[in-house]
């Protein structure tokens, strides 16, 4: 596609509900990102992916994230048994390699509500 | 994120007015990004520096990179309502592998 895509662009959840948000990076980026972004804040960081391998976890906040990438292209973001604060919009990006030059593409998010 | 600042935090200005935002790293620059974003949507790439010195313009946005202070500038001329958003620095530091660590952002309205 012409950019990265995201889906569902809103989603509501009960508190202990899971939740799976999609992205659909740009065809032919190797590096795909997770971000978490709460309100009035900067995105955080929460995982790397370079292909199919997930090469950077370490800034998913619990082990009820769960992120795959099974064929190195559409990628997966799961969150078990949600909580209030779990509540932020959810940014995906894609880079053709990730390194200094390369751009960074974001999508649109995933604005997850938990009620 | 304590890694980068962002200065201001809230910009207003009266349409036709310049303006400049800060970014500025506790870490070496190895690369300096800057995104635009509306409210509850996603980052629009706006430009990436990468050398000390360098600047780039687009319309009527221009960053520099000065990489011995370890800070970029986002320059506006002639601001309008268009301009209004926010705006995010993201910098490569590497202090943790390969990710992009961002800013607070810097909340943009312009008046007309």
């Known amino acids: 596609g012409a950019g990265v895509s995201q889906s569902p662009r809103y989603k509501v959840a009960k508190r202990g509900q899971d939740v799976a948000l999609r992205c659909d990076p740009i065809?032919?980026?190797?590096?795909l990102f997770w971000y978490q972004q709460a309100l009035g804040q900067g995105p955080e960081f929460l995982t790397y992916f370079q292909n199919e391998a997930q090469l950077d976890k370490s800034g998913l906040p619990s082990d009820r994230f769960f992120a795959e990438r099974p064929e190195g292209s559409v990628s997966t973001l799961k969150i078990q048994r949600t909580q209030q604060e779990d509540s932020a919009v959810y940014l995906c990006?894609?880079?053709?390699?990730?390194?200094?030059?390369?751009?960074?593409?974001f999508g649109e998010g995933s604005w997850l509500t938990v009620v | 994120s304590q890694e980068l600042e962002q200065s201001p935090q809230s910009l207003i200005v009266q349409e036709g007015k310049n303006l400049t935002i800060n970014c500025t790293s506790s870490k070496t620059l190895y690369g300096l990004y800057w995104y635009k974003q509306k409210y509850g949507e996603g980052l629009i790439f706006l430009m990436m520096l990468q050398k000390g010195g360098e600047e780039k313009s687009h319309e009527k946005i221009t960053a520099k990179l000065d990489e011995k202070k370890q800070q970029s500038s986002l320059h506006i001329t002639a601001s309008q309502p268009s301009h209004a958003g926010i705006y995010l620095c993201?910098?490569?530091?590497?202090?943790?592998?390969?990710?992009?660590?961002f800013g607070e952002g810097t909340q943009l309205t312009v008046n007309p």
């Open positions: 990006a894609s880079s053709s390699r990730f390194s200094s030059g390369n751009t960074i593409y």
């Open positions: 065809s032919g980026h190797v590096s």
């Open positions: 993201g910098a490569d530091i590497r202090v943790s592998g390969s990710r992009l660590t």
